[in-house]
């Protein structure tokens, strides 16, 4: 059964991983922080399905949104999505 998403709320979790990645990642570049800012953002509020993007391979029980080099995960619950996290997944591969 589809679950139409009515909201999308951010966790402090979520924001402050964004943050904290942007800090890292684009410390000496801000007009490209602003830019990867608005695009995670704007495709966080593009869920209008719960079940709309791919299971995370890792954490099954969340869904995935693959934006540039970064992966959010949410839930749903009662028709919000909670925007758990976000990863960055070219830190695992510069590694």
Do not use: G
């Not at 904290?20 to 007009?31: A, G, H, M, V, W």
């Not at 800012?37 to 869920?47: A, L, M, N, T």
């Amino acid at each position: 059964m589809t679950h139409k998403i009515t909201k999308v709320v951010w966790t402090r979790q979520a924001r402050e991983s964004l943050k904290s990645i942007l800090d890292y990642r684009y410390k000496e570049i801000p007009s490209a922080r602003n830019i990867v800012r608005k695009d995670i953002i704007r495709y966080s509020k593009d869920i209008v399905f719960a079940e709309q993007y791919q299971e995370d391979e890792i954490y099954s029980q969340y869904r995935r949104i693959i934006v540039r080099d970064y992966k959010i995960l949410y839930k749903e619950s009662k028709s919000v999505a909670y925007i758990l996290n976000v990863v960055c997944t070219k830190a695992a591969k510069e590694k």
